[in-house]
């Protein structure tokens, strides 16, 4: 299949841990946040997002974290699996861009047993 | 529910030469954006359909052009190309603009 970022940073986490995944963006006047995970060979896939009047939001295994003084993001994966080995994307949008999606440079997640 | 699709796959082409890649939404989104990926990088952004008119548009030349037709389904044109606009194209659908985006598996675009 095809490679995905073979030059991102990596995190290499060992099954079962936790995952946190950091990301720095540009504008501070974005309002919505996402963050993607990619597969070898295949398109984003939809995580999480976060609207900039929240601070944290949960889903299933995964929490997104904002710091809107600092510009940061972050992903928390719970009991990282093996099927989570793929390239994370954090995405931002400005109010009245047309989901203009600005994305990050992407973080590559090794999943080790 | 049917995913976004793309077509084709896979494409080689030499530089100089047109080429139309196309993208159906996902049902009942009206919505589609369109994105150049790099290898390496994250995706850009080119430019959003909505109801068949340019609804925004980065940072790339007009020899990057689009259409969407009332099934909502939409082209990616590319005239003139350059060995940089070697990439993966990727087309993601909406409900509506500014709500969630969902991609499709892309086409890779290889210019010789």
């Known amino acids: 299949g095809e490679s995905v970022g073979l030059h991102l940073p990596t995190l290499s986490v060992q099954e079962g841990d936790n995952s946190i995944i950091n990301c720095a963006y540009s504008?501070?006047?974005?309002?919505?946040f996402i963050w993607y995970k990619q597969e070898s060979g295949k398109g984003p896939q939809f995580i999480i997002d976060?609207?900039?009047?929240?601070d944290k939001r949960q889903g299933q295994r995964v929490t997104v974290l904002l710091n809107k003084t600092v510009k940061h993001l972050s992903l928390q994966i719970a009991a990282t699996q093996p099927g989570d080995s793929a390239v994370y994307f954090c995405a931002e949008n400005m109010p009245g861009t047309a989901s203009k999606l600005t994305f990050g440079t992407g973080t590559r997640l090794q999943v080790t047993l | 529910e049917t995913g976004v699709t793309q077509s084709p796959t896979h494409l080689i082409k030499t530089r100089g030469q047109q080429v139309t890649l196309r993208c159906s939404s996902q049902?009942?989104?009206?919505?589609v954006s369109w994105y150049q990926q790099a290898l390496g990088q994250g995706p850009q952004f080119i430019f959003q359909?909505?109801?068949?008119?340019?609804?925004g548009r980065g940072n790339f030349p007009p020899r990057f052009s689009g259409l969407q037709f009332p099934n909502y389904s939409s082209e990616l044109n590319v005239n003139a190309l350059e060995l940089d606009d070697s990439a993966l194209y990727l087309c993601?659908?909406?409900?509506?603009?500014?709500?969630?985006?969902?991609f499709g598996p892309g086409t890779r675009l290889t210019v010789t």
């Open positions: 976060i609207r900039s009047n929240m």
């Open positions: 993601a659908s909406s409900l509506v603009p500014d709500y969630e985006q969902y």
């Open positions: 049902s009942g989104h009206n919505t």
């Open positions: 359909y909505y109801r068949e008119e340019e609804n």
């Open positions: 504008n501070s006047a974005s309002d919505y």
